[in-house]
Structure formats: C-alpha cells, structure tokens
C-alpha cells in the first residue's frame, strides 16, 4: 500500500474516533442532565409533598416495621410539642402513649399483619378521641417494608354526634310526651313517623301507620282538603286548617293541623311534618256557641225591650228592631250614628258629660240610668237604659251594651200616681182631721149634756135621799144615784177616749202624761215614764190633734205587741219643730217586714202616722230590730214665729 493511502486511512479513522468520543461524551452530557433535572423533579416534589403534610391539621407519620418514626408532619410534633427532628427513630407509643410496647389492637398491628388498609378509634389518656388510619408501604416483591399513618382529632366531631344523639333522644321523647299528635310524611305521602298521641288520636298504634299512606285515614271530603293544602305546602305555602277524620272505631274527630314542609338542600320539596291538635271538644262548644248566639240573636229580635251596641266613641254598631221603633228609624238609619246625635238637645251636655266620666272611670259599676232622646218625628221619649261592658278576646273594653225601656208612658203614670197620692195625703190628713174635731164635737156634747144632766140627776137623787125617813126608799135611791154615778164615770171614760178635754184645757204634754198614767198604766199594768223639757211648744190645732192621736196609736200598739213592762214618752222641743219619743224594751221588730205584713194584711196604721205627719210637714222613724225593742220618733212643725223663752 502506498505511503500516501496509508496515511489517508489512518486520518479518516481518527475522524471517526473523534465523532465517537463526542457522540459519547454528548450522551453522558445529556444523562447527567436528565438525571439532575429528575432530583430537581424529585426535590421540587418532596418540597412540594413536605408542604402539603405540614399544613394538614391530621397527624401524618411514616412508620418502619419497628413503630419507629421514619417521618413525621409538622402537626405530628405540634401534638406532643416537640420537634420534628426529636420524633424520628423513637417509636409511636412512647411518643403518644409513653408505653414500652404497642396499644392492644393498635390498627398499626393490624396492618402489619393484614398487609391492608386499617382503620379505627382510640381515647387518649386525656379523653381526647382520634381517628386512625393506616396504610401499608410495600416493596416491589409485595411485602410490607412500613406504614403511613394518619391521625385526626374527632373530640369535637364525636362530641357533636354525642349531642346531636342527646338532641334526637329528646326530641324524641318530647315528641312521645306531647298532647298533640306529630307526624311526618314523605312526598309520597306515606308516614315516617307518628308519635304515640297521634295513633292514640286516630285509634291506631304508631307501628300500624308507618308506610301507610295519609289516605287511608281520611274520607273523600277530606282528602280533598287535604290535597289541596298539600299542593300549597309544595309552593311554600302552609297555613293550618282543620279537617275532619274517622277513628279505627269509627267515631268522628276533628282535628286542626299545622303543617310545615321538608326540602332537601338542592331545595326540592321531600316531605312534611306537621302538628295535630284533637278540637273535637273545641268543636262541641262552638256548635253550642253558634246555637246560643243563634238563640240570643232571636231572642234580642224578638224581646219588647231595645236593644244597643255602641263602640268607645259611642257610634252604634247594632240596634234591635225594638229600639228602632222606640226612635222611628230603621236599622240602616241608626248604624252609624252617634248616639249624642239621638239625645234630647237640652239634655246633650249632660248626658255626654256622663258618658264620657263612665269611659275616664277605673271599671266602674254597671248602672241604670234615665234620659230623653228625640224620636224621628221629634216626639221626645223618656228612656230607662241599663248598660253594661262588651269586651273582647283581650279582656279589654271595646264598647257598651244597653238594654232601653221606653218608659214614656210609665213617667207619665208615675206622674198621675204621686199626685193622686198627694190628694189622698191630704184628703187622709183632713179627714184624720175632721176625725179629731168630730170626736171633739161629740165629746163636747156628751160633757156639756149627758154628764151635767146626769150630774144634775144626781144631785137632786142626793137631795131627795136626805128628805126621806123610809128606809126602804132610801135603799132604792142609793141604787139610783149609784147607777147615776157609774153612769157618770163611764161617760166621762168615753169622752176621754173620744177625746181627751185636757188637751183643750191644759195642752198637748198634759193631755199626754194624764192619758199614758190613766190608760195604760192603770188599765194595763205597764209602767210608764213621762218625760217634759219643758220649753214652750206651741202647736196648731190640726197638729196637736194627729201628734195626740198618734201618740195613742203607738202606746196602744206597744200594748198589744211589745209584750213589755215599761215605756217611756219624751216630749221636747227641737228648733222650730216638735219632737215626741216613744220607746220600750220589748220583743222588736222588722220595721220592712212590718210595712210588708201591713200592706198584706190592709192595716196601715205605721204607713198613715207617716203619711199624716209628713202631709202636715213633719216627719216620722222608727228604729227596730227583733229583740231589741223599739224607738218611734215623730217630729212635727211649731207655730210659726215662736221663739224659745229667753231668745231675742
């Protein structure tokens, strides 16, 4: 081979050698990159990985098959405040437990054992409870080379539960313990759940209900009810209503029901609970109520006597047809109108004066009062009105209740009768009067005749007697002048009943004391006390005749009823009047009671010493009870213009 190719070949082969060795160094170049760029991967991933477990609030640790902490979180140290560094190499429990071996049933043994995901719960020595989970590290031939456990703090989660089951069990328990019923349904309308009132409602017990669907229980009428408030209730709308139900026995109830409806948390309508109230009873009592109104309604229609309701501010919000034909208007008329507009206009100020004192007043007493109101036509009537309060649910004052009676006509009457009592006062007073000067006439006569005609008789008897020597004639005119003399005593004893001659001789108190000592001490054995001020007395004659005979009248009535030993008469003067006392100590009376019997019995003799004393301007009280005697005190007018002696 030439010199010159020989030297050609050895430069082509060292060409190549030199393209082999860059080739090669070029490869090495890009694997030591590749392998720098994948630590740098790896790096940025455990930085990353490290990142991620130090901010998670579980306890993280990677454990050997030892239980030694290969790796651990930063939450892992936080737990038992210490370092990182100072858990790696010491076992788990010494570091959480401060034990020598592993807990009993350590999910972590089981895991070892198992090769598979374990779980569980353990409670700290300090009552705190955690949640652990335990996967396996395995090697690329499956066998388990360590652990990753995972463990999260569940106090306050099982503390939650805790009381969400505590809040169940009550709810539960109150939900058995109420008086009303609670139910829950599905959108299909099946029960859940009913509480034991609300199949002790219906007659079944709560396991005979659940799964059944609401339909079975009710008729068709209140199905229809039902469904209807069930279709509002999907709209959001749930008011209570009431409906009516048949019991397993068969017996009707009514109920009233409160629902409220269940959503889902995307919002969709899942069902409903609601609450049953039994008003079978309340029901009773409103059919009584609608039927008792129903009956006061008619009745307040059809009763002569009218019938108001007025508001606080006195407008009328009801009338009866009685009351308006009282007024003459007709019930449209009335509505609405205040009842000042109805009063008589010279009696408006004082009939508002009274209706608004009685609005101002702390509950005052239901009264009866009188007023005149002006008719439609403008006649005026005379109304007696009895009111009373209308309430309301408030126990709060609302308005006024009257019942009206038209008692023109009865005024009128009343009117009539008290004058024609005046005249029968005063034709009682005079012929009282005319009485007295009758006796006074008659016994006049009686003395200014009879008694000196007797006298004179006898008197002449006497005379004779003395001049006759018989004695047998002389016995006869003894008998004579004898029947002459008791003649004489018994007429003078009429005359005195009829009337006493003292009182025209001597005077009212004279008359008195001899009449009390004569007629009813002597006669009926009654002691009696006699009582004089003194004091001058002047008297009419008409007065000083009916005090006289009333006098008697109460003395003779102390005879007959007081059954007692002792009365006393007092006279005196008091002002311008004369006051005369008659008391005793006897059995008493009611003087009510003894007005009553009189008017039952026709004897009206209390009754016309009033009225004849008080027609002639005196007055007349008796004070009484059973047991304590009695006290009758009569006061009568003095002549006008006399004066006490010594006065000036």
Known sequence: ??????????????????????????????????????????????????????TMSEIVVYQDTKHRV?????????????????????????????????????????????????????????????????DPVKDIKGSVTGVVEIVQDITEHKRAQEALRESEEHYRMLAERMNEGLLQIDKDGRYVYVNRKHGEMFGYSPDEMVGRHWAEFHDIDAQKIIKKEMARRKKGLAEPYEVAATRKDGRRIHIRVSPRPIYDKDGKFKGSIAILTDITERKKVEDLLKKSEENYRTLVEAIPYGIQEIDTAGIITYCNPAYQKILGYTKKELLGKSIIELLEPASRRKELHGYLSILVKDQPEPTIYLQQNRTKDGRIVDMEVAWNYKWDNENCVVGFRSVITDITERKKAEEEVLMDRAQLKSLASQLTLAEERERRRIASEIHDVTIQSLSLAKMKLDGLGHSVSSRDPAEVLDEVRGALGKAIDETRSLVSRVHSPILALLGFEAAVGEWLTGQIQEKHG??????????????????????????????????????????KVSIGRDGEQICVIVEDDGVGFD?????????????????????RLEELGGAFEIESAPGRGCRAVMRAPLKCGTQIEGDT
């Open 1 to 54: 081979m030439k010199e010159s190719e020989r030297g050609g070949e050895e430069s082509i082969n060292q060409v190549e050698s030199k393209r082999a060795r860059k080739g090669k160094l070029e490869r090495v170049s890009r694997g030591t990159m590749e392998r720098k760029n994948v630590a740098e991967a790896l790096r940025k991933a455990e930085e990353e990985k490290n990142t991620v477990l130090n």
């Open 70 to 134: 290969l790796w651990a979180n930063r939450a892992a140290a936080e737990s038992v405040g210490l370092a990182v560094e100072d858990l790696v190499g010491r076992s788990c429990y010494e570091i959480w437990h401060g034990g020598c071996e592993p807990c009993a049933g350590c999910p972590v043994e089981k895991a070892w054992k198992s090769g598979q995901l374990e779980t569980g719960e353990i409670v700290g020595t300090d009552g705190k409870m955690w949640s652990i989970r335990v």
């Open 526 to 567: 009654i002691e009696c006390r006699f009582e004089d001020d003194g004091q001058p007395k002047p008297l009419d004659d008409d007065i000083e005749l009916v005090l006289f005979r009333d006098v008697r009248e109460l003395l003779m009535n102390v005879v007959k009823h007081a059954r007692t030993k002792k009365v």
């Open 591 to 611: 003087p009510a009671e003894a007005v009553s019997m009189a008017y039952k019995r026709d004897e009206f003799g209390l009754f016309s010493i009033r009225e």
